[in-house]
């Protein structure tokens, strides 16, 4: 079934990932990951200051970073999570 825009699954795909990541997008990818902005800051080799400028939207998230977040966060959306007597 196509989305109600009329473009198929992989246009759709291909076009929300052509827009810049928003601040919003970032935190929640790191909710989905269970990482702080600490957490992204020392996987991606980069300064936490600069880390919490991006989540607070006073720097702008560079393609290349948040493809790699969102794949992420994507990948770990779709893990089963743990059985209820196990947290």
Known sequence: MEPSSGMSGATLRQ???ERKMTSEQLSECLRTLGWSARELARR???GERLIRRMCE???QIPDNL???VRQL???M???PRLPK???
Do not use: I, K, M
Request: charged share 40%; glycine share 4%; aromatic share 10%.
């Open 77 to 79: 959306a779709r893990q």
């Open 66 to 68: 948040a493809e790699w």
């Open 85 to 87: 007597d196990w947290s």
């Open 44 to 46: 991606v080799n980069r």
């Open 15 to 17: 076009h929300t990932r």
């Open 57 to 59: 939207g006073r720097e």
């Open 73 to 75: 966060s994507e990948v």
